[in-house]
T-cell receptor, first 114, second 111 residues
Framework: GAGVSQTPSNKVTEKGKYVELRCDPI?????LYWYRQSLGQGPEFLIY????????DSGLPNDRFFAVRPEGSVSTLKIQRTERGDSAVYLC????????????FGPGTRLTVT | DAKTTQPTSMDCAEGRAANLPCNHS???????VYWYRQIHSQGPQYIIH???NNETNEMASLIITEDRKSSTLILPHATLRDTAVYYC????????????FGQGTTLQVKP
């Protein structure tokens, strides 16, 4: 079946601009996660949704980062006033309600801030 | 911070078993050990998990020591496609699904 999809696959933006990154989870997966991965590092947790609500947003680095999941399926990660340090691969994952730690990851969106 | 320690890199000959160690000396009684891998330019992929018993699936085997302070992931017959970064993760007992990745072990399978 279809896996987790993320769009765009690559995004280049100028410092100070606003970007949106989209994640389509596996159908039926109520849990959705966003991670960020810098070069040479392991993925870093950002936020976790259970249904429509953000159950844990402790990983969001500051208030420039925001994520939504209005209908409990597709999620959008929004970054305002981008900075060069935001350049990374942004990964999305989803899981079923009974297997929270068995997560299916998308291919990621590579964000480059120039 | 990650609650696990893994070697930075390992090599393995194609067709041989790859044994990837992980130390998790501060693991709590109700915390699981999960293994993921990440092939270059792809998202991480779930491999296997366990609590205290050894586990096996179609991808790998997981051996957890009796005191649960360490574990070993075994790929029984490594292929070139198994070249990847392997992450050992100890989960939080709250079951939120929050994965804390460390640096992982880069496994290079050589012909």
């Amino acid at each position: 079946g279809a896996g987790v999809s993320q769009t765009p696959s690559n995004k280049v933006t100028e410092k100070g601009k606003y970007v949106e990154l989209r994640c389509d989870p596996i159908s039926g997966h109520t849990a959705l996660y966003w991670y960020r991965q810098s070069l040479g590092q392991g993925p870093e947790f950002l936020i976790y949704f259970q249904g429509t609500g953000a159950a844990d947003d402790s990983g969001l680095p500051n208030d420039r980062f925001f994520a939504v999941r209005p209908e409990g399926s597709v999620s959008t990660l929004k970054i305002q006033r981008t900075e060069r340090g935001d350049s990374a691969v942004y990964l999305c994952a989803s899981s079923s309600p009974t297997s929270a730690y068995e997560q299916y990851f998308g291919p990621g969106t590579r964000l480059t801030v120039t | 911070d990650a609650k696990t320690t893994q070697p930075t890199s390992m090599d393995c000959a194609e067709g041989r078993a790859a044994n990837l160690p992980c130390n998790h000396s501060t693991i709590s009684g109700n915390e699981y050990v999960y293994w993921y891998r990440q092939i270059h330019s792809q998202g991480p992929q779930y491999i296997i998990h366990g609590l205290k018993n050894n586990e096996t699936n179609e991808m790998a085997s997981l051996i957890i020591t009796e005191d649960r302070k360490s574990s070993t992931l075994i790929l029984p017959h490594a292929t070139l496609r198994d070249t990847a970064v392997y992450y050992c993760i100890v989960t939080y007992s709250s079951n939120t699904g929050k994965l804390i990745f460390g640096q992982g072990t880069t496994l290079q399978v050589k012909p």
